[in-house]
Protein backbone atom coordinates (compact mmCIF):
# COMPACT_ATOMS: atom_id res chain seq x y z
CA UNK A 1 0.00 0.00 0.00
CA UNK A 2 1.12 3.17 -0.72
CA UNK A 3 0.43 6.95 -0.55
CA UNK A 4 -2.54 6.59 -2.07
CA UNK A 5 -3.67 4.15 0.30
CA UNK A 6 -3.20 6.38 2.91
CA UNK A 7 -4.43 9.37 0.97
CA UNK A 8 -7.95 7.20 0.71
CA UNK A 9 -8.09 6.06 4.41
CA UNK A 10 -7.56 9.90 5.52
CA UNK A 11 -10.38 10.95 3.17
CA UNK A 12 -12.64 8.13 4.28
CA UNK A 13 -11.86 9.27 8.07
CA UNK A 14 -12.83 12.92 7.48
CA UNK A 15 -16.01 12.14 5.76
CA UNK A 16 -16.70 9.44 8.43
CA UNK A 17 -16.46 12.12 11.41
CA UNK A 18 -17.98 14.99 9.10
CA UNK A 19 -21.05 12.79 8.77
CA UNK A 20 -21.33 11.99 12.07
CA UNK A 21 -20.84 15.91 13.14
CA UNK A 22 -23.35 16.85 10.77
CA UNK A 23 -26.53 14.41 11.80
CA UNK A 24 -25.27 15.08 15.47
CA UNK A 25 -25.77 18.98 14.43
CA UNK A 26 -29.56 18.04 12.52
CA UNK A 27 -30.75 16.16 15.79
CA UNK A 28 -29.79 19.09 17.90
CA UNK A 29 -31.52 21.82 15.59
CA UNK A 30 -34.88 19.23 15.67
CA UNK A 31 -34.50 19.07 19.09
CA UNK A 32 -34.55 22.74 19.30
CA UNK A 33 -37.47 22.81 17.32
CA UNK A 34 -38.80 20.83 19.51
CA UNK A 35 -38.12 22.83 22.55
CA UNK A 36 -39.65 26.14 20.75
CA UNK A 37 -43.06 24.15 19.46
CA UNK A 38 -43.14 23.13 23.31
CA UNK A 39 -42.90 26.58 24.71
CA UNK A 40 -45.47 27.69 21.86
CA UNK A 41 -47.41 25.33 23.16
CA UNK A 42 -47.68 26.59 26.91
CA UNK A 43 -47.64 30.38 25.64
CA UNK A 44 -51.05 29.02 23.49
CA UNK A 45 -52.50 27.81 27.08
CA UNK A 46 -51.58 31.21 28.92
CA UNK A 47 -52.71 33.44 26.51
CA UNK A 48 -56.30 31.77 26.77
CA UNK A 49 -56.11 32.12 30.58
CA UNK A 50 -55.53 35.98 29.85
CA UNK A 51 -58.41 35.78 26.98
CA UNK A 52 -60.82 34.31 29.31
CA UNK A 53 -60.05 36.52 32.37
CA UNK A 54 -60.45 39.81 29.49
CA UNK A 55 -63.82 38.19 28.48
CA UNK A 56 -64.79 37.92 32.28
CA UNK A 57 -64.00 41.75 32.66
CA UNK A 58 -65.43 42.79 29.52
CA UNK A 59 -68.40 40.26 30.29
CA UNK A 60 -69.37 41.67 34.01
CA UNK A 61 -69.28 45.36 32.77
CA UNK A 62 -71.84 44.57 29.75
CA UNK A 63 -73.59 42.93 32.52
CA UNK A 64 -73.58 45.84 34.79
CA UNK A 65 -74.90 48.08 31.95
CA UNK A 66 -77.50 46.02 30.93
CA UNK A 67 -79.01 46.15 34.66
CA UNK A 68 -78.36 49.42 35.07
CA UNK A 69 -80.92 49.82 31.52
CA UNK A 70 -83.06 47.12 32.76
CA UNK A 71 -83.12 49.26 36.01
CA UNK A 72 -84.18 52.50 34.24
CA UNK A 73 -86.35 51.15 31.79
CA UNK A 74 -88.49 49.81 35.10
CA UNK A 75 -87.75 46.14 34.77
CA UNK A 76 -87.90 44.47 38.27
CA UNK A 77 -84.33 42.48 38.76
CA UNK A 78 -84.42 38.70 38.36
CA UNK A 79 -87.79 38.44 37.19
CA UNK A 80 -89.15 37.70 33.91
CA UNK A 81 -87.65 39.42 31.10
CA UNK A 82 -84.48 40.63 32.98
CA UNK A 83 -83.85 37.14 34.48
CA UNK A 84 -83.70 35.88 30.88
CA UNK A 85 -81.47 38.36 29.45
CA UNK A 86 -79.50 37.67 32.39
CA UNK A 87 -79.80 34.08 32.58
CA UNK A 88 -78.97 34.24 28.09
CA UNK A 89 -76.03 36.33 28.36
CA UNK A 90 -74.71 33.71 31.66
CA UNK A 91 -75.14 31.04 28.87
CA UNK A 92 -73.37 33.03 26.07
CA UNK A 93 -70.41 33.98 28.39
CA UNK A 94 -69.68 30.03 29.50
CA UNK A 95 -69.92 29.06 25.81
CA UNK A 96 -67.69 31.77 24.61
CA UNK A 97 -64.96 30.57 27.27
CA UNK A 98 -65.72 27.26 26.53
CA UNK A 99 -64.57 28.00 22.28
CA UNK A 100 -61.32 30.03 23.42
CA UNK A 101 -60.80 26.94 25.92
CA UNK A 102 -61.25 25.08 22.73
CA UNK A 103 -59.34 26.46 20.58
CA UNK A 104 -56.67 27.09 22.82
CA UNK A 105 -56.16 23.45 23.48
CA UNK A 106 -56.20 22.37 19.72
CA UNK A 107 -53.69 24.87 18.63
CA UNK A 108 -51.00 23.78 21.96
CA UNK A 109 -51.85 20.25 20.84
CA UNK A 110 -50.89 21.16 16.86
CA UNK A 111 -48.01 22.54 18.57
CA UNK A 112 -46.84 19.26 21.02
CA UNK A 113 -47.43 17.23 17.69
CA UNK A 114 -45.11 19.06 15.81
CA UNK A 115 -42.58 19.44 18.62
CA UNK A 116 -43.09 15.30 18.71
CA UNK A 117 -42.29 15.42 15.01
CA UNK A 118 -39.49 17.66 15.07
CA UNK A 119 -38.23 15.00 17.65
CA UNK A 120 -38.70 12.32 15.51
CA UNK A 121 -36.86 14.16 12.49
CA UNK A 122 -34.02 14.38 14.35
CA UNK A 123 -33.30 11.07 15.07
CA UNK A 124 -34.17 9.79 11.78
CA UNK A 125 -31.33 12.56 11.00
CA UNK A 126 -29.51 10.83 12.80
CA UNK A 127 -29.65 7.48 11.58
CA UNK A 128 -29.57 8.44 8.30
CA UNK A 129 -25.75 10.27 8.89
CA UNK A 130 -25.30 6.75 10.86
CA UNK A 131 -26.15 5.07 7.55
CA UNK A 132 -24.13 7.36 5.58
CA UNK A 133 -21.16 6.43 7.61
CA UNK A 134 -21.77 2.86 7.18
CA UNK A 135 -21.04 3.25 3.48
CA UNK A 136 -18.49 5.77 3.75
CA UNK A 137 -16.56 2.72 6.05
CA UNK A 138 -17.65 0.07 3.35
CA UNK A 139 -16.56 2.28 0.23
CA UNK A 140 -13.25 2.59 1.93
CA UNK A 141 -12.87 -0.17 2.67
CA UNK A 142 -13.68 -1.77 -0.78
CA UNK A 143 -11.17 0.69 -2.13
CA UNK A 144 -8.45 -0.21 0.38
CA UNK A 145 -9.30 -3.50 -0.84
CA UNK A 146 -8.87 -3.33 -4.39
CA UNK A 147 -5.93 -0.99 -4.20
CA UNK A 148 -4.27 -3.75 -1.79
CA UNK A 149 -5.23 -7.00 -4.09
CA UNK A 150 -3.49 -4.54 -7.25
CA UNK A 151 -0.32 -4.10 -5.48
CA UNK A 152 0.26 -7.15 -3.88
CA UNK A 153 -0.69 -9.11 -7.33
CA UNK A 154 -3.57 -11.56 -6.00
CA UNK A 155 -5.45 -10.23 -9.01
CA UNK A 156 -2.90 -11.00 -11.68
CA UNK A 157 -4.11 -11.93 -15.22
CA UNK A 158 -2.90 -14.71 -16.84
CA UNK A 159 -2.13 -13.64 -20.43
CA UNK A 160 -2.71 -14.95 -23.65
CA UNK A 161 -2.03 -19.06 -22.63
CA UNK A 162 -0.20 -20.56 -25.71
CA UNK A 163 -1.81 -24.36 -26.47
CA UNK A 164 1.93 -26.55 -27.41
Known amino acids: ?9 ALGAAQYKQQGAIGKYNQRVQNRNAQVAEQEAELIQQQAEFDIAQFDKEFRKVEGQTKVNLAKSGVVQGSGTAYRIEQANAL ?39 LAQIGTL ?23 VVAP
Not at 138 to 157: I, R
Request: no cysteine; hydrophobic share 35%.
Open 138 to 160: TQTGTSLLTMSQGSFGTKKDPGL
Open 92 to 130: EAELQKNVIKYNANVNASRRMEEANFARISGEVARQSAR
Open 1 to 9: MGWQAAVVG
